[in-house]
């Protein structure tokens, strides 16, 4: 019984392996720049979007600036939502502007 179980564990090691320790940190390595770019492209595309946002507040707020000087009637623009209009392309300034800050800032930790 001895010697069949030796003759199968032989048989199991010659055809499993495992694979070298170099090969196996390369492999975790490699997963481990991946993730951090992946949580890297996931901000930069809500500032992406953020960005998108931000240029329809602007387009609406020109719209509306344009109506108020009479050069451009639209429905619905009037002045009283000029200050919110204001309000709204301030926030998207703030927040772009902090995520852009955040963004570029320089990261002096080091990875790995």
């Not at 002045?79 to 209009?85: D, E, F, H, I």
Request: glycine content about 10%.
């Amino acid at each position: 019984m001895a010697k069949a179980l030796r003759q199968d564990a032989s048989d199991l090691a010659a055809r499993h392996t495992p694979p070298p320790s170099a090969l196996v940190w390369a492999a975790a390595e490699r997963h481990r720049r991946m993730a951090a770019l992946a949580r890297a492209t996931r901000f930069l595309r809500v500032l992406q979007i953020a960005g998108v946002i931000y240029a329809a507040v602007l387009v609406v707020w020109g719209l509306h600036s344009l109506a108020g000087h009479g050069g451009m009637i639209l429905p619905g623009l009037d002045a009283k939502s000029l200050n919110a209009t204001i309000e709204g392309v301030g926030l998207a300034v703030l927040f772009v502007g902090s995520g852009l800050w955040y963004a570029l800032r320089r990261d002096d930790r080091r990875i790995g």
